[in-house]
Every structure is written in C-alpha cells, then in structure tokens.
C-alpha cells in the first residue's frame, strides 16, 4: 500500500451504496464519501496544500477525519493536535486546518473551514485522482504521544507501517457481528488506526459530535463493539443520554490506554451485561502488542497476551530477562513499529537495541504479561522506593471512593511526603481512608497527606498526569495553591 486512502476508493469502487460515515447531522454512504474527500482534496490544492506539505489540524474528529483522508489523496502529511496542547515547534508544519478565523496560528498559515469554505468545495468537480507517496517508506501521518509529562513526542508513520499495523490489528480487533463504536479519538494511534480498520472491513466509521448523537449511532447502526479508553467511556455513560436498552447489544469493549481497575469493571459490567471486556495493550511506537479477556474484576491483573507478530520481554536493569513472576523492566517490538521519534523531539533512549522500552514494569504471570506501574513514576522517599500504582490498587477497592491518584509531595518545610488524591460523590472523612488503608498496606505505603478533588487530571488516554497532580498538590500544601 502506498497511500491510506486505498482502501476508500476500493471500497467506493465494490460497496458504493454502503453506509461509510455518520456524525450526527450526515450519513454518507461510500460512494458519497468518496466525493466529498476528494472535493475537500481539491480544495484544499487551491489553497496551495500538496504532496509532502505538513498539515496540523485543529477540528472536531468529524472534520477531522475528512481532512486527514483528503490529506493522504494529496499525499500531504497530517497530524491531528492533541486536546488542549499548544501546536508543537518540532516538527516543523507548512499549514493548519482549524475553525478559527484568523489567517494565521503561531506565524503558520490557516486554511479556515468555514461554511461558505465547505460551500465551494461541494461545487468541486471530485475527480481528480489519488496522489501516490513518493514511496511507501514517506511519512504520511504523524501522531503526537499524548504524553504525562507535557512533552508530546512526534511519531511518524508511514503507508508501509500502517498496512503492516493494519494486518495486526484484526486480532485485537472486534469480533461481534456488527459496527464498531470508537471513542479514542483520532489524535491518539487507537482513534487513527480505528478508522482506517473500519474503512478496510466496509463498516461505518462512526464519529458523533454529542452525547445525543452517540446514543442515536448505537440504536441506528447496530453497534457491537467498543474500543476505547476507560475515561472516555464512563464520561459518555455520565452523560446519561443512554439507556441500560441503549447498550444492551453490546457484546465487546476493548480498553486501552491506561490501568483497569477492579471498581472500573464491576461497573462496566452492570452497566453492559452481556459484554465481554478486554484489556488491549499497546504504544503509539510499537502498535498493538497484544490483549486479554477480563472476565472478572479480580483478573485486571492481566495485561495482555502478546499477539503474534509482536514480541514483549522483562529485563533486569542490565538488560537481562528475568524468570517468570519476577517484576522488571518491560520493552516491546512488532512489525510496524517506528526506529525511533522525529527530530526535534525530547530523546530519552526509549530506542535501543532493536527494542522500545515504554517506560512500564512487569512481570509474566501465567502466560500474560502484567503491569506492575511506571519506571518514572516511581517515588524514592528516604531511599524506600515506592510504586504508586501499589497504593492506588488497594485504595480502588474502597467503595466509596470513585477515582485515585497517588503521588508525591513537598510540604512547605520542603519534606517530601506521599499523598492520595480522590474523587467521592460525598466528603468522605480522611481518618475513614487512612485506617482502610492502613489495615493493607505496609507502613511504607500508606499516606500522610490526602485530597479530595473534584476531578484526577488525566490525559486523553486515561493516564494520571502524575507530575502535575504532585505539582498542583504541593502547591496547595505550601499555600499557594487552590
């Protein structure tokens, strides 16, 4: 494959009249799909946009995935900005695509879409054809690693590393009858990749703009399948625009981005009886490494099963692997994955020695690989080191507690202190949690200090951003913070 949108013309060419795109106002069958991308392409070629030319975008995920398929009919580069982050100075981007009216954003050029922009381009003839990449090794997409430090990392991908990704993903790919409900976000390699697996299987890609219309996809569309981070899930049940009727028929949903917990799917499962829950693992890197079915909450200790054509390992600090059952250092590789980040971005050795080290702990526990917590994350107090994801895993198991976070902070005599942020649904007494976790935890890991917080800061993924979180709380303890 040399170009992504190969398989939107194949699938224009065989099943014209099949349902392609829903967003809540439209429904575009491939045919019409077809058109109205390539018009968008045309457009967009008068606005001097052509093959090579990087394009940032700033747009709602149905636009959103327009442009990025009216971008691979150019042959353009594409990289949708991840929620609330400022437009990256590495790697350098010849255009934005945004909403915004000003003709510029950060001295780059902006294509503006507005109404009488999408007016002309339906006046477009639609048939100019598709663009090759000068070869399939050309970076046509670039995704930035959502990140927890605030330092997003570019990844450029390339037609022949999403074909092989692509090939991969049909195993941790949905397997019920029906269409697939993708609440990842195209920002992120699920959201991406999900699209295009859709496209290639002749499904509809379903992307509604509001609650409301999420709702109306699932009863419309026969939807089966959910793939999609735990935050992003249980933000659309909190909506309550769906019905217990709403999510009856759904008979997967596959999690990835961040840890499972117990409480997170003892509630999935009230909320979706007869869904059976998997636990994907994988890096924007690598691709998808493999996954495991959770079929009781007290299993979320297993991570994944690796996937053939994906390899896992847990080594020492010397690179050595260890015996099975010994917690160490996790690194992954696969067909597909990237030799390393583009240029301009934040370089920590993750690359090595034909091996991407994500930065996870682990161990292999009866033939699933299992994560332990974060190399970074990881609090030195005293010379005791400390994994928070220890702490957060009994604290889950309090009932009336609905999100935790643990992390470490500075007191204003500068002592370095371990703490738990929570989120309740009423105040809950900070002794009530300190005893519960007092009663399971070794001394070492029960905290001294605790919030209760509106909301866990979270990435688009679902990770704690740990280091703002100890940031914001310290600042609360020295008396400048809120």
Same mark, same amino acid.
């Given at each position: 494959m040399h170009n992504p949108f190969e398989p939107l013309a194949f699938r224009a060419a065989v099943t014209p009249d099949y349902p392609a795109f829903y967003d809540g106002q439209s429904t575009l069958s491939y045919a019409q799909l077809h058109k109205t991308v390539v018009q968008v392409s045309e457009k967009l070629a008068e606005a001097g946009i052509g093959s090579g030319h990087r394009v940032y975008l700033l747009l709602p995920e149905n636009l959103a995935f327009i442009a990025t398929m009216a971008l691979f009919h150019r042959? $353009?580069?594409?990289?949708l900005g991840i929620p609330g982050a400022d437009i990256p100075e590495q790697p350098n981007f010849d255009f934005v695509i945004s909403l915004q009216s000003s003709s510029e954003i950060n001295g780059i050029q902006n294509i503006v879409l507005s109404q009488e922009w999408f007016n002309d381009a339906r006046i477009m003839p639609g048939l100019e054809p598709m663009q090759a990449y000068p070869s399939a090794e050309d970076i046509c997409r670039i995704i930035l690693t959502s990140g927890t430090t605030g330092q997003p990392k570019a990844v450029g991908l390339t037609p022949a590393l999403i074909e092989q990704r692509l090939y991969r993903n049909h195993l941790v790919w949905g397997s019920a009858t029906g269409n697939d409900l993708n609440l990842m976000g195209h920002s992120s390699i699920g959201g991406f990749m999900g699209s295009l697996q859709t496209i290639q299987a002749g499904k509809v890609v379903l992307l509604p703009a509001s609650a409301d219309a999420f709702a109306k996809a699932i009863r419309t569309f026969f939807v089966t399948s959910i793939l999609s981070s735990s935050t992003a899930l249980f933000r659309l049940v909190?909506?309550?625009t769906l019905s217990a009727a709403d999510l009856n028929g759904v008979r997967e949903i596959r999690l990835a981005g961040s840890a499972l917990s117990p409480g997170m799917i003892s509630r999935i499962k009230q909320i979706c009886p007869q869904a059976r829950i998997f636990n994907v693992y994988g890096s924007t890197e690598v691709g998808a490494v493999g996954m495991t079915q959770i079929s009781k909450p007290e299993l979320v200790w297993k991570t994944a099963v690796v996937q053939p054509g994906a390899s896992a390992e847990v080594v020492d600090d010397e690179g050595r692997a260890?015996? *099975? #059952?010994? !917690? #160490?250092i996790v690194r992954v590789r696969s067909s597909g994955m990237v030799s390393g980040y583009m240029a301009g971005s934040p370089d920590n050795n993750e690359f090595r020695g034909g091996w991407f080290y994500p930065g996870d702990r682990g161990a292999f526990r009866e033939g699933a690989l299992c994560l332990t917590g974060r190399e970074s994350e990881v609090v030195n107090l005293g010379g005791v080191k400390i994994n928070p994801a220890e702490i957060e895993a009994v604290a889950e198991q309090m009932p009336t507690?609905? *999100?935790?976070a643990a992390c470490q902070v !500075? &007191? $204003?005599d500068n002592s370095e202190k371990l703490a738990l942020a929570y989120t309740a649904d009423s105040t809950i007494p900070v002794s009530e949690i300190a005893e519960f976790l007092k009663a &399971?935890? *070794? $001394?070492?890991?029960?905290?001294t200090e605790y919030f209760q917080l509106k909301e866990i800061p979270r990435n688009a993924m679902g990770k704690v951003k740990r280091q703002e979180l100890s940031r914001d709380l310290s600042?609360?303890? &020295? #008396?400048s913070g809120s």
């Open positions: 042959a $353009a580069v594409s990289c909190n909506s309550h260890v015996p *099975d #059952g010994t !917690e #160490g507690l609905t *999100d935790v !500075e &007191r $204003a &399971r935890l *070794d $001394a070492t890991l029960v905290p600042a609360v303890l &020295r #008396g």
